[in-house]
């Protein structure tokens, strides 16, 4: 009897994985119906090209879609459903097939780049393109490079001819050279492969920070939901950005350094990666450029290798006779958005025309955005003007970093009234007792004021000497003034250097103020 059932129970199993095995080679079959290839480092990943309704298509193989197109097609062949243990099987030997077999195609998200000519994903139902060139653009069926789409992808508004940057001024509650520079900022998003700024808009409540980054996203890379909190961690950033061309983080109250380091290499370039799931040695890998947007009421881009890489927004409050209801908005800007569209587009057919000849005396940090902008911009305002919001720009941020730190107006105090820096116990004691702590820790001067070489202005930039990166607060010697120079008692440790000016008695940190401020004077 146990025999019996025995017998029956591995009759079943060998009827199940023979089931299991036809569907797989049934599945495989309808996989020919796919043009399969691979995808360069460091992705490497397996692809197939397939087509829908006329028009071309690309899957990841053990992608969500390429996986629900087999699924259909396998049910259209058959009129039942496949298995799961058949599809996985299914789909493992079609990307082995990819890797192996299959060309190797790059695989963009949202914008790319072939021939001296920029394609555009228009993100619709036939997965058209936007094709420009330096003569001209215009949408082409089926563009020569392959895009990938996240379920989060929305539609780019169709683009129209006759626009002008100016019906997108409305929108903006910027200054002048604020709305110079936001059009700098749309436009670097419509350009592959190159180093992009961080957009940094600020402002108190009800200036309408989030409405302008919406639209940078509809112009750019449209998303559902368009903007989000900012990621707990650099694999979450690692998969948004593999999937994004733009990225926007809401509200945000300030950022972490590792965060802030994180969107620097998205920037300008750089790598990140995550172990694959289920895995001890494989790794997910992203390496490219991403434009990202942020906005707070606090000036949330502090650290100086940031700010080096932002454009600082400062939105100014919105008067309540000015103030529109959301709907009135997102219709009135649906309206008017493919004609800003083709307008930026305009520019970038300006940009892709004259950029070799476009010329930038003292280069700043980003200057393949400043190239690029003052090419694009060129067909909207005169020569320069992109050049003067930016600089400007970027001198006011040199003081947004210096007031960030926790030592505040240590700059000024650091300098003597020949304009040069003084001894380095004089400026340890200008920093102890003639700055600002933000939270009472003496122990942080000597860190901020070591920072302070990382915060330097522009050549030539009022307020902060072109020499202040090159000194630094050192503790190899005894000063002076110091209270136990010749006193013969011992000099415990922390009592060297800065941290000595603050390790001291109470007497002695009086008779100190005295000095310092004889000193100041």
Not at 137 to 148: N, S
Not at 171 to 179: A, D, H, K, L, R
Request: hydrophobic share 35%; with cysteine.
């Amino acid at each position: 009897m146990d025999d019996n059932i025995a017998r029956l129970a591995e009759q079943e199993q060998d009827g199940g994985r023979e089931k299991r095995r036809r569907q797989a080679d049934v599945l495989l079959q309808l996989a020919k119906a796919a043009v399969l290839f691979d995808s360069p480092a460091p992705d490497c990943d397996a692809f197939a090209d397939i087509a829908i309704n006329g028009h071309r298509e690309t899957h990841r193989i053990r992608g969500h879609g390429f996986r629900q197109w087999l699924r259909h097609q396998f049910f259209r062949k058959t009129k039942t459903g496949a298995n799961s243990d058949a599809l996985q099987v299914a789909t493992e030997t079609i990307a082995a097939k990819a890797t192996f077999e299959g060309d190797e195609h790059e695989v963009h998200c949202r914008i790319a780049g072939q021939g001296g000519a920029i394609y555009i994903d228009l993100g619709d139902k036939d997965w058209k393109a936007i094709r420009v060139t330096n003569a001209g653009w215009g949408i082409v069926a089926d563009p020569p490079v392959r895009f990938q789409r996240a379920p989060s992808m929305r539609e780019l508004p169709v683009p129209v001819r006759g626009g002008s940057i100016e019906l997108l001024r409305p929108f903006c509650n910027v200054s002048e050279s604020g709305f110079t520079l936001f059009v700098a900022v749309l436009l670097a998003g419509l350009r592959p492969q190159s180093n992009y700024p961080v957009a940094v808009l600020t402002g108190e409540q009800g200036t309408g920070k989030s409405s302008l980054v919406r639209i940078l996203a509809r112009l750019i890379d449209p998303r559902m939901p368009e903007q989000r909190s900012t990621p707990r961690t650099e694999e979450d950033l690692l998969v948004a950005a593999k999937g994004q061309h733009f990225l926007s983080f809401d509200n945000v109250s300030g950022l972490p350094d590792w965060l802030s380091d994180a969107i620097c290499r998205l920037s300008t370039g750089g790598g990140a990666g995550k172990r694959r799931l289920y895995t001890d040695e494989e790794e997910v890998l992203f390496s490219g450029r991403r434009l990202v947007a942020i906005n707070g009421i606090e000036d949330v881009a502090v650290r100086p290798d940031l700010v080096d890489r932002a454009v600082m927004l400062a939105l100014e409050p919105i008067a309540e006779k000015r103030r529109r209801d959301e709907s009135e908005y997102n219709a009135e800007f649906a309206r008017i958005a493919p004609k800003v569209l083709g307008a930026l587009l305009d520019g970038a057919v300006t940009g892709l025309r004259d950029l070799a000849a476009t010329r930038i005396a003292d280069k700043p940090r980003m200057a393949d955005f400043a190239l690029w902008a003052e090419a694009c911009t060129r067909a909207y305002w005169p020569t320069g003007t992109f050049l003067a919001a930016y600089r400007a720009n970027l001198a006011a941020s040199v003081d947004l970093v210096l007031e960030a730190s926790p030592v505040r107006g240590g700059g000024a105090a650091l300098h003597d009234r020949s304009g040069r820096l003084g001894r380095h116990r004089e400026r340890a004691a200008a920093l102890a007792h003639g700055c600002h702590l933000r939270a009472g820790r003496p122990r942080e001067v000597l860190a901020q004021a070591g920072r302070c070489s990382q915060r330097q202005a522009p050549p030539g930039s009022a307020g902060t000497p072109q020499d202040w990166h090159s000194h630094r607060l050192r503790s190899d010697g005894p000063h002076p003034d110091d209270p136990y120079r010749g006193t013969g008692r011992p000099r415990t440790a922390g009592q060297n250097g800065v941290t000595g000016v603050t390790s001291v008695t109470v007497g002695e940190k009086c008779q100190q103020k005295q000095r310092t401020r004889s000193w100041r004077q």
